[in-house]
């Protein structure tokens, strides 16, 4: 079983950059497909951005397409999600998951999470 542990978050004025973490321990992390999930209060966990356990398959959500790049160091145990030109909208607290089987995908519900970081973005 893995554990999975967010950081990164904080504050950041729109238009700006953070750069979210998301370390596996127990397991390796080269055993699962990832993914980052957020949410907000009284809204349903949104897919963000996913990855397969290999690094060379990703996926988006439209809304971060173009400005979010998600990436892997299998060797570091390690998931990033690169948050680029933020917008007020993006502000929520953000979910990385673990799936031993698939993609993790809109939707989801995958087996592994960790218990999130917070995205506070200012105007």
């Known amino acids: 079983q893995v554990q999975l542990v967010e950081s990164g978050g904080g504050l950041v004025q729109a238009g700006g950059s953070l750069k979210l973490s998301c370390a596996a321990s127990?397991?390796?992390?080269?055993?699962?497909?990832m993914g980052w999930f957020r949410q907000i209060p009284g809204k349903e966990r949104e897919f963000v951005a996913a990855?397969?356990?290999?690094?060379?398959?990703?996926y988006y959500a439209d809304s971060v397409k173009g400005r979010f790049t998600i990436s892997r160091d299998n060797a570091k145990n390690t998931m990033y999600l690169q948050m680029n030109r933020l917008r007020l909208e993006d502000a929520a607290v953000y979910y990385c998951?673990?799936?031993?089987?698939?993609?993790?995908?809109?939707?989801?519900?995958?087996?592994?999470w960790g218990q999130g970081t917070r995205v506070t973005v200012s105007s």
């Open positions: 990855i397969n356990w290999g690094g060379g398959q990703t």
């Open positions: 998951t673990g799936d031993p089987l698939v993609i993790p995908y809109p939707g989801g519900t995958h087996p592994y």
């Open positions: 127990g397991r390796a992390m080269s055993a699962y497909n």
